[in-house]
DNA sequence: GGGTATTTGTCCGTATGTATT
DNA sequence: AAATACATACGGACAAATACC
């Protein structure tokens, strides 16, 4: 085994003292002054041993207050396989679901708008290159911290058939999956769940509060109608730090996680 | 909106030229002297504007060579939503889905163990403390690549009650699962997966080939029997930067992703 | 195989800026 | 306003990995 580097090593003497519990969660590390003098090093070796620390989601550095063990979040679990005839987390569902768990959900206004959705999206729902769709966008927050944004996409020709809530900036209570088998008779019978994980772009990075290099789960969900056709595309962004995910399949014991 | 550091606009302006394609995938970019001197810089602010693009995956740097834009990899799509009689990509249900997209794909021989599991899989497995079980560990790769690193974990039990292939250190054709089946007549009919994101551990660093600050999918699929016990747990770690995964719910259309 | 040039990695010192208390 | 702590930026020196002759 070939030595490591000083800041590795530092690095892995820091984590070693955080795993040991002697920096609890939320505790202030020593400044990287002090840490300079403890382990005979410079400040800039310092900082590169605390960067990989940041990166691994340990700790957490506020300008003018210090270096923070990152205080331990309860992740909230999300079940992936639901019911084939509702949305993800929509409308009155996602609220009494979260509520189970003591936890205290809200949900923005939509933003609604109408254009060409991103290519991604376009393949999923299967539509034409420049055809517009309806977009409606909303982020939800637990106990006040951010916790996911989504944005669904729906063909136009649902508004003239009459879908017409679609177009208001209104949180739909039954979900929108429920209200177009209502309303125009256009019935989600399964979906298709698509997992990624990738870094945050600029508005994730603000809207979560997470660091350039943070991940994020980014999972497009796309609904279907009786005869195959896609009648959705649902994109929600999830950061990784605070969302875990639930798949069931055949026949499971009820849960507890 | 206030002035950027010098770092993050120059990192800003290499990813435009990454994604405008003047550098190419594969391409090597100027070193970091003579992008000191196109950005009127110092070496070390350029190095952390290298920095920002590698924690995103963006490019590469490798020792004595230069910098290089990433390649893109082709991500191979595994489906959770499978049979429920099955394992998670088990045995020759495994090669055959991977074969299907003219790739070839290679297991290693198990790593066979006896040993206390990780708190993780005690809790999903429900045996008591400081018992012990059996663990199956081993890796695949997919066209060379190393794709993803699985331990499943059985009571002991279960070699006392005649499954001892389970003990052996030689690839169950069939599936554990299906062997389980066979041989002692217990058989799963249900399972749940669990979905997390962190960074990769020393192990799985080296052995996916990942830095120190990428992601890994770790996912915990519990397998139940007809009387709801859990039969067994699996532990795969899956690089997210190679890896996407499907789920089904309800009735879908015949894929293409 | 050895030697040399090139390129990135590590480490240090210093100065100044910005955020917070 | 002053002190404290992290952030940015530069310069320099040497080490380690790689490629090439």
């Not at 609604?112 to 309806?134: C, D, M, S």
């Amino acid at each position: 085994m070939v030595q490591q580097p000083m800041y590795q090593q530092i690095a892995e003497k820091l984590r070693a003292r955080i795993e040991a519990g002697e920096l609890a969660p939320g505790a202030q590390l020593p400044t990287e002054l002090e840490l300079r003098d403890q382990y005979s090093s410079s400040r800039n070796t310092i900082r590169d041993a605390i960067k990989r620390l940041t990166s691994q989601g340990l700790v957490e550095t506020r300008p003018g207050q210090g270096t923070f063990v990152t205080p331990r979040v309860d992740p909230f679990v999300s079940e992936l396989s639901g019911d084939p005839t509702r949305g993800p987390g929509e409308g009155a569902a996602y609220l009494s679901e979260v509520n189970k768990s003591n936890r205290s959900p809200s949900v923005t206004l939509p933003r609604v708008e109408v254009q060409i959705p991103p290519t991604e999206v376009k393949r999923r729902l299967r539509v034409p290159p420049n055809t517009q769709v309806v977009s409606r966008h909303e982020s939800r927050h637990i106990d006040g911290i951010p916790w996911s944004m989504q944005t669904s996409f729906y063909p136009m020709e649902f508004i003239t058939r009459g879908a017409t809530h679609l177009l208001m900036a209104q949180n739909i209570e039954e979900g929108a999956v429920q209200y177009l088998a209502q309303a125009i008779d256009v019935r989600q019978v399964g979906y298709t769940d698509w997992i990624t994980a990738r870094v945050p772009n600029k508005n994730e990075q603000s809207f979560f509060g997470l660091a350039y290099d943070a991940t994020v789960f980014e999972i497009f969900r796309t609904g279907f109608d009786q005869t195959g056709t896609a009648l959705r595309v649902t994109v929600t962004v999830w950061p990784a730090d605070r969302n875990q995910f639930i798949v069931n399949v055949g026949k499971v014991p009820d849960l507890e996680y």
